[in-house]
Nanobody
Framework: VQLQASGGGLVQAGGSLRLSCAAS????????MGWFRQAPGKEREFVAS????????YYADSVKGRFTVSRDNARNTVYLQVNSLKPEDAAVYYC?????????????????WGQGTLVTVSS
């Protein structure tokens, strides 16, 4: 499966963005989808995931209550609504796909990755 992330940009602290990730070349509904982010000089970290057709979600503690992951299987797209952005949320955000059946929070479990979209937060 190929993934294309979009929707990043420059936003003021407290603002919002909606990130999108369009999938092609696979049966989208069979994949658990994850969002990760990587800030300069830091390791890539898990942000959120949404399971296959059932759509159960899981979040990193740092984004709970502010970020929402969702998916539209008819459009082969996963979304990440990011609200109440903080300067520490600034990073390149990546979407990823896995057929792992359990909740997958480790990057190593995801074999398919998009190219990333940059989120910049001004204070």
């Amino acid at each position: 499966v190929q993934l294309q992330a979009s929707g990043g940009g420059l936003v003021q602290a407290g603002g919002s963005l909606r990130l999108s990730c369009a999938a092609s070349g696979g049966t989208f509904s069979s994949y658990q989808m994850g969002w990760f982010r990587q800030a300069p000089g830091k390791e890539r970290e898990f942000v959120a995931s949404i399971r296959r057709s059932v759509g159960g979600t899981y979040y990193a503690d740092s984004v709970k209550g502010r970020f929402t992951v969702s998916r539209d299987n008819a459009r082969n797209t996963v979304y990440l609504q990011v609200n109440s952005l903080k300067p520490e949320d600034a990073a390149v955000y990546y979407c990823a796909a896995t057929k792992n059946l359990g909740i997958a929070t480790r990057a190593v479990l995801y074999p398919y990755w998009g190219q990333g979209t940059l989120v910049t937060v001004s204070s």
